[in-house]
């Protein structure tokens, strides 16, 4: 006897006023890729706690009629969902866009629907890790943490500027340092070498969207970096410390001061994790990062395909080819290597996206993958990246596939705490 299937959640719209409504009869829609159709009952999760809905102007909603079987236009705007941290998103808010829509602010903008009292997205749970939820923790407890530091490191300029990133930007990471719990960010480097055209600290003023935070305007001192970390390590049992975070450049433009950095950590017994976010543009530096005690790096890429990956990242003085190298530079050298994958639902699945990828790990012996959601107006990537007409298999299906064809890959959300190297 075949299960009876269950039925798709109902299409979320909008009026002019914000006002959010569930349709009593289209069912929800999703994007993936260039394509719009019903997302597969399976992939439709409850809405997490901590997850955001958003309203966008000038996007009509569409939904699916059951009785005609086709995609029709709803009386209303469209809605999306930004998941919280720890979900990758399997598909995108379906709509049409009126004239003129200006580019949508830098988001993931998730497919979402309503059934039996609760909203539905496209999604799958990828990493258990609580590192990014705050949904039990009050703003206040995070504001007397961040001026605890203040006070404590009154000379440290890092610190002001991190105390500013969680205080006004609400950036996770620092309200993290202020809690004294997980992973410490170190911003460090005012220039970058890539041009990414979802660069979250700076955007060219004809881009049509902001950056979403302002960039670190100083070169902190190798004191101000190891004050943080030091105290940090002081907090969290299992400290994790991140050069590289989105109020900055690519870390490796600053590498000689990060090595001095490192360096002066470790020569007095700092504990913990020390990680790099970065482009991976300059293999050169990472031997004397490695030797100064750096224990992974982060690899943001949003293809494994040199063109898709140019189209986007947009490199500045390096070659798609040097981030390869640096991946296998920091295999050799005993580093931790993740990938930042930059999922977009559709595309990076597809077929030719995945033996791409799968090329990309048997070359390099990367470790772990962190399954991150691309952050751009979607019709905004589809213009930018090379069309390919290349099935996609779903997110589901594309892990279970990775996992047979790597079963030591690891993948989830988070830079993960490495223990101690004998």
């Given at each position: 006897?075949?299960?009876?299937?269950?039925?798709?959640?109902?299409?979320?719209?909008?009026?002019?006023?914000?006002?959010?409504?569930?349709?009593?009869?289209?069912?929800?829609?999703?994007?993936?890729?260039?394509?719009?159709?019903?997302?597969?009952?399976?992939?439709?999760?409850?809405?997490?706690?901590?997850?955001?809905?958003?309203?966008?102007?000038?996007?009509?909603?569409?939904?699916?009629d059951p009785d005609i079987g086709s995609v029709v236009q709803a009386d209303g705007l469209a809605v999306a969902a930004f998941v919280c941290p720890g979900y990758t998103l399997s598909g995108l808010t379906a709509y049409l866009s009126s004239e003129p829509a200006c580019p949508l602010p830098l988001f993931a903008y998730g497919a979402v629907g309503y059934a039996h009292g609760q909203f539905y997205l496209c999604a799958r749970k990828v990493d258990e890790d609580q590192r990014q939820d705050f949904t039990h923790i009050?703003?206040?407890?995070?504001?007397?943490?961040?001026?605890?530091?203040?006070?404590?490191?009154?000379?440290?300029?890092?610190?002001?500027?991190?105390?500013?990133?969680?205080?006004?930007?609400?950036?996770?990471?620092?309200?993290?340092?202020?809690?004294?719990?997980?992973?410490?960010?170190?911003?460090?480097?005012?220039?970058c070498n890539a041009a990414c055209i979802g660069c979250i600290s700076r955007q060219d003023p004809d881009s049509g969207f902001p950056a979403t935070q302002n960039r670190i305007t100083f070169r902190p001192r190798v004191q101000e970096i190891t004050e943080i970390m030091h105290h940090h390590a002081g907090q969290e049992k299992r400290p994790i410390f991140s050069f590289g975070q989105g109020c900055e450049g690519d870390p490796l433009t600053e590498s000689e001061l990060i090595?001095?950095?490192?360096?002066?950590?470790?020569?007095?017994?700092?504990?913990?994790?020390?990680?790099?976010?970065?482009?991976?543009?300059?293999?050169?530096?990472?031997?004397?990062?490695?030797?100064?005690?750096?224990?992974?790096?982060?690899?943001?890429?949003?293809?494994?395909?040199?063109?898709?990956?140019?189209a986007y990242h947009?490199?500045?003085?390096?070659?798609?080819?040097?981030?390869?190298?640096?991946?296998?530079?920091?295999?050799?050298?005993?580093?931790?290597v993740s990938l930042n994958f930059l999922f977009f639902p559709g595309i990076s699945d597809s077929e030719m996206e995945y033996q791409a990828l799968a090329d990309l790990i048997a070359q390099t012996g990367i470790d772990f993958i962190q399954w991150r959601n691309l952050n751009l107006d979607p019709e905004l990537y589809l213009q930018i990246v090379p069309h390919a007409d290349s099935p996609a298999m779903g997110l589901k299906n594309l892990l279970q596939r990775l996992q047979k064809d790597f079963p030591s890959l690891s993948y989830g959300y988070f830079n993960p705490f490495l223990p101690k190297k004998l």
């Open positions: 006897m075949s299960k009876t299937r269950r039925p798709l959640p109902n299409l979320v719209y909008a009026d002019d006023q914000g006002q959010i409504y569930d349709h009593p009869f289209l069912r929800m829609l999703c994007r993936k890729g260039r394509e719009i159709l019903p997302p597969r009952p399976d992939e439709c999760i409850p809405l997490p706690p901590g997850s955001d809905l958003f309203l966008l102007p000038n996007r009509q909603a569409v939904g699916w009050s703003p206040q407890r995070i504001q007397r943490g961040a001026q605890r530091l203040l006070q404590t490191y009154a000379h440290n300029r890092l610190v002001r500027h991190l105390a500013n990133c969680a205080l006004s930007y609400g950036c996770p990471a620092a309200k993290n340092l202020a809690l004294g719990r997980y992973e410490a960010p170190l911003p460090t480097a005012r220039a090595r001095r950095a490192i360096s002066t950590f470790r020569s007095q017994d700092g504990p913990g994790t020390v990680n790099i976010n970065t482009n991976a543009s300059l293999p050169q530096s990472i031997p004397g990062l490695a030797r100064a005690g750096l224990d992974s790096i982060r690899v943001s890429l949003n293809s494994a395909r040199k063109d898709m990956y140019l947009r490199p500045q003085s390096y070659a798609f080819e040097d981030v390869l190298t640096c991946m296998e530079t920091a295999k050799k050298h005993n580093i931790f």
